[in-house]
């Protein structure tokens, strides 16, 4: 069993929809989690920090379930913009792990 | 500068020759780490240093590879006898304390080996 996996998509959703990413890791010391944005032939960028209690950061939302082990990205009102394949990381004592990513496209 | 830097952005070289890349990190990041990414797939984990010292060389896929890091700062990746399956994108990225911060990424080096 990989140690971060995601579904690989590719999601095809249309501008203004609402789409969901999970991702499940198998390490359940992990202490920390991320979701990073990597657009195409770019560097990987953080997105956002992911907590126990959830977290907002305008359209986007994250959460995690320790008991179950994953954690999911909401994505609201999606944009053209928002295109993009979005990495699950998880960290243990500085051991990042990646997960493959999800990708995303947004239409007109 | 404010971000992490990488060069050469990208490098060509024939097979059998070593080659040198490099990554100058945030000031003042302690954690560096170099992952390498071919096209089309996922982040590969190569070495982790913290501060001058490497806890983590478990990724590096062969001999042929070898890392440094001095005065906790600039850090040099290199390849020796270069192969064309050592084509990829290297990208290195720092932290301050990635439990908190996770890590940002420089804009990577494209190696091609012909």
């Known amino acids: 069993r990989k140690e971060v996996e995601q579904d690989p998509g590719p999601f095809n959703v249309p501008e203004g929809a609402t789409v969901a990413f999970n991702c499940t890791y198998s390490?359940?010391?992990?202490?920390?989690f991320f979701w990073y944005r990597q657009d195409c032939r770019k560097e990987p960028k953080l997105l956002m920090s992911?907590?126990?209690s959830g977290n907002e950061d305008g359209r986007f939302t994250a959460q995690l379930n320790r008991a179950s082990q994953y954690i999911s990205l909401l994505i609201r009102d999606s944009k053209l913009s928002d295109s993009a394949t979005y990495l699950c990381?998880?960290?243990?004592?500085?051991?990042?792990?990646f997960g493959a990513g999800t990708r995303l496209t947004v239409k007109p | 500068g404010a971000g992490v830097s990488q060069s050469p952005s990208n490098k060509v070289t024939e097979k059998g020759k070593d080659v040198e890349l490099r990554c100058d990190p945030i000031?003042?990041?302690?954690?560096l780490y170099w992952y390498r990414q071919s096209l089309g797939q996922g982040l590969e984990f190569l070495i982790y240093?913290?501060?001058?010292?490497?806890?983590?060389k478990s990724g590096l896929p062969s001999d042929r590879f070898s890392a440094e890091r001095t005065g906790g700062s600039v850090s040099t990746l290199t390849i020796q006898r270069t192969q064309q399956e050592d084509s990829a994108v290297y990208l290195c990225?720092?932290?301050?304390?990635?439990?908190?911060?996770?890590?940002?990424f420089g804009s990577g080096t494209r190696l091609t080996v012909v």
């Open positions: 240093f913290q501060g001058n010292s490497a806890p983590d």
């Open positions: 990381v998880v960290n243990n004592n500085n051991d990042m792990r």
């Open positions: 992911v907590y126990s």
């Open positions: 990225a720092s932290s301050p304390d990635t439990l908190r911060y996770g890590y940002t």
């Open positions: 390490n359940s010391a992990s202490q920390s």
């Open positions: 000031s003042g990041h302690t954690a």
